[in-house]
């Protein structure tokens, strides 16, 4: 009996421990009380989110503004490498990450995806107009963003000689225009934003390689604050905000049909 007790001392003592030091998500009504929403981009990936000299703006940085008014609040905008945007959501730094995440398996067993903010898929691009297509890729060298769906797809191929990471988008773009790789893999409109942008770069891409739907992400569970979201995001889908701003960066609406 006094063994049993203390075994009770001690489970009690683990789960107050435990309760102590597991940081709570800010719930929706902490995040409205506060007036203003914490969201997480990485500030490198235009069209969808960069720096304009000092200015972060992009298409996912003007709607998650448009969204974030329809709920009635600010953003405080945070900018950090694409590699720690979903750990610190489970650390509670911030409240949501919007830098243009596929929806994967992986991912949604440590975060909750919103509904989708677009949908899109990667693409290969290349000097040689022979690299199109994910046969073509065998012997040849790729450049991808680090921890990115691209990385992970273009590892699937078999026959690929090397995977080069970068930990930009960026990064992996100006490998392939230095003639350091034969081939970078990006989303589509990322590359189309290229072409458009500079059209002298003797860029060629082909089709999908794969495609995904892309979305926001708050802390896994955080059902009120997901929910908040998916409605800001249909309303301003329904009032044209989201149409305008998708023209504005992508000539195109590239809202999931
Ligand atoms: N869509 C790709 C993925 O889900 C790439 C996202 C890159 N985002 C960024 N902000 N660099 O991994």
Do not use: H
């Not at 969204?67 to 009635?72: E, V």
């Amino acid at each position: 009996m006094k063994r049993i007790k203390s075994l009770l001392v001690v489970v009690a003592g683990l789960v107050m421990g435990l309760a102590a030091t597991a940081v709570q998500a800010r719930t929706l009504d902490e995040i409205k009380a506060d007036g203003k929403i914490i969201i997480a981009t990485e500030g490198a990936y235009p069209p969808f989110n960069y720096f304009q000299g000092s200015k972060l703006t992009g298409f996912e940085v003007e709607l998650a503004e448009a969204m974030a008014k329809k709920m009635g609040l600010a953003v405080e905008w945070k900018a950090l490498s694409f590699d720690a945007l979903l750990a610190g959501l489970r650390q509670d730094r911030w409240d949501m990450v919007i830098a243009s995440f596929g929806i994967t398996a992986d991912r949604s067993k440590a975060v909750t995806f919103t509904s989708p903010d677009y949908c899109s898929g990667g693409v290969i691009v290349s000097k040689d107009p022979n690299i199109r297509t994910a046969d073509s890729l065998v012997g040849k060298t790729v450049a991808v963003q680090t921890g990115s769906t691209y990385m992970e797809n273009v590892k699937k191929i078999p026959g690929v000689k090397d995977v080069k990471n970068f930990p930009q988008d960026t990064d992996a773009r100006s490998a392939l225009i230095n003639g350091r790789v034969d081939a970078w893999v990006s989303d589509r409109f990322v590359v189309k934003n290229v072409m458009a942008t500079s059209p002298n770069s003797g860029l060629k891409t082909g089709g999908y390689l794969f495609v995904e739907r892309i979305a926001s992400a708050v802390k896994k569970g955080n059902m009120p604050l997901a929910a908040a979201i998916d409605k800001a995001l249909a309303d301003v889908m329904a009032d044209g905000t989201y149409k305008a701003i998708s023209e504005k960066y992508m000539k195109e609406d590239i809202r999931c049909k």
